[in-house]
């Protein structure tokens, strides 16, 4: 993507600010796509120049260090979050964790190793960059809780189905990559009413006209609603 977009805000343009250079380390392939759509049409103010599955994927980069990086807490891989931290911020970086595994052990240990922040995956994007802002030392006041970019001529606000406790639940744990199964264990549920909540979400979602059949679609429509783990 482009910093130089010509469809950033007038008032971004006149301050004369280049975009932050942000890169995101995080092993599943849709979330990252995911969030690189929503961080493109929602944060001019940052540009994703860099966006990796792997530790090692990152830092041969020809684009790193950047500025900012987003590291998801667990991987796959057998580097530590230690190591990962400590590493950015020795080549300049400025470091955020994300993580579904919002523990205090888990906080302390970024915090320890370095990072700025940690955050949960539950929380809605537009948060996320708010605190990517204030951690990069920029000026959220006239951020609020809107895009950047107006809609185009005619456009519609897409409606957002309303979801139950448990189709709420439900999404956020499918969305985050894990399998049902996955899903009913960490609600407590059986398979069978795991599976449920996700046929009615989808039902849902194709009522207001904005259908999810596919895993990628549903991830889509949470991270455009604000439920992207």
Not at 15 to 33: C, F, K, S, T, Y
Not at 134 to 142: E, H, L, Q, Y
Request: with cysteine; aromatic share 6%.
């Amino acid at each position: 993507m482009s910093s130089a977009d010509p469809g950033m805000p007038a008032t971004q343009v006149a301050a004369g600010h280049a975009p932050i250079r942000l890169a995101i380390l995080d092993d599943h392939e849709v979330l990252l796509d995911t969030l690189g759509s929503w961080i493109s049409t929602n944060a001019p103010d940052f540009d994703l120049v860099l966006s990796a599955q792997t530790w090692l994927e990152l830092v041969h980069s020809d684009q790193f260090p950047t500025e900012l990086v987003f590291l998801d807490f667990q991987l796959r891989e057998s580097v530590s979050i230690e190591a990962r931290v400590r590493t950015c911020r020795a080549a300049g970086a400025k470091v955020i964790v994300l993580s579904s595994l919002d523990t205090r052990e888990a906080r302390e240990r970024a915090k320890a190793a370095g990072a700025s922040d940690f955050l949960s995956k539950s929380l809605p994007m537009r948060e996320v960059m708010d605190t990517a802002r204030r951690v990069m030392g920029m000026n959220i006041a006239d951020h609020g809780q809107r895009d950047w970019r107006p809609l185009p001529a005619g456009a519609v606000i897409q409606a957002r189905p309303k979801l139950s406790r448990g189709e709420e639940d439900a999404l956020r744990l499918y969305v985050s990559g894990l399998s049902t199964n996955e899903v009913a264990e960490n609600m407590s549920v059986q398979y069978e009413t795991a599976k449920t909540y996700l046929r009615r979400v989808r039902e849902k979602y194709a009522k207001v006209n904005r259908p999810a059949s596919k895993k990628a679609d549903l991830i889509r429509r949470a991270a455009e609603d604000g439920y992207l783990e």
